[in-house]
């Protein structure tokens, strides 16, 4: 007989690698959500893919069935935990505001997507879902990551905040003395499930002991 497919997720979390620098947040984040039992729907732009064979072993289809296949297998998830959706596939739920969840990362973000979510665009998927998560004040957090910030990136951050989105840099601290470059994306991971409510054991909250 074959095994029931599990369907008691938690609730989905939209979340979206763009080409940023640090990947490996966007990945590790998809494998915490995993581990918290959550559905995750996700999106990786054409940059992030490249910015993904560059700065880790991990190697991912572009494909999104084969993509899907890939993180399931990575993140040891369960069939149907994770869906992957591609560039223009506007028939996605995370189009629309019926569809879409009631939260969505960009991690990492660019700045092309952060300036493009700051100016409504949505000419690819990533930036309309984002779009929909603003429009229908949804909880929208951008981890962006560039050095040093030019006026355009400071003015689209400030624009999002005041729309309700969350700036959380990919700025990771050192007060928790690291380690490892796991530490290191621990650190940034563990706020931004602290930001959507996940519980996690990445890292102690300021004031607990470890
Ligand atoms: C290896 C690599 C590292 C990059 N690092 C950054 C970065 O840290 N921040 C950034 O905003 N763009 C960075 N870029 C440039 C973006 O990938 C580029 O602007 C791209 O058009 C973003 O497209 P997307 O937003 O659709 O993913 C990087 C590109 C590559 C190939």
New binding site residues.
């Given amino acids: 007989m074959m095994a029931a497919r599990k369907t008691d997720f938690e609730p989905p979390v939209t979340v979206a690698l763009?080409?940023?620098?640090?990947a490996q947040y966007g990945l590790r984040l998809i494998d915490r959500l995993v581990a918290a039992n959550h559905e995750v729907w996700v999106m990786i732009?054409?940059?992030?893919h490249?910015?993904i064979d560059?700065?880790t072993e991990t190697r991912l289809p572009a494909q999104p069935r084969r993509l899907t296949e890939a993180l399931i297998e990575r993140c040891g998830a369960h069939a149907g935990q994770v869906r992957c959706f591609a560039r223009e596939d506007w028939m996605a739920p995370v189009a629309s505001g019926s569809g879409a969840p009631s939260s969505m990362v960009i991690c990492?973000c660019?700045?092309?997507?952060l300036s493009a979510v700051a100016t409504g665009a949505s000419n690819?998927l990533?930036e309309r879902a984002a779009d929909v998560a603003l429009k229908e004040r949804r909880q929208l957090i951008l981890v962006?990551?560039?050095a040093p910030l030019s006026a355009i990136h400071l003015e689209h951050m400030l624009a999002l905040t005041r729309m309700g989105a969350v700036i959380l840099p990919a700025a990771p601290g050192f007060y928790h003395k690291p380690q490892s470059i796991d530490d290191m994306i621990d650190f940034i991971v563990a706020r931004i499930l602290n930001q959507l409510g996940v519980k996690h054991a990445l890292l102690p909250r300021w004031g607990e002991s470890e």
């Fill in positions: 763009t080409g940023a620098s640090g732009s054409k940059a992030a490249l910015v560059t700065e990492p660019s700045t092309g997507t690819n990533i962006p990551r560039e």
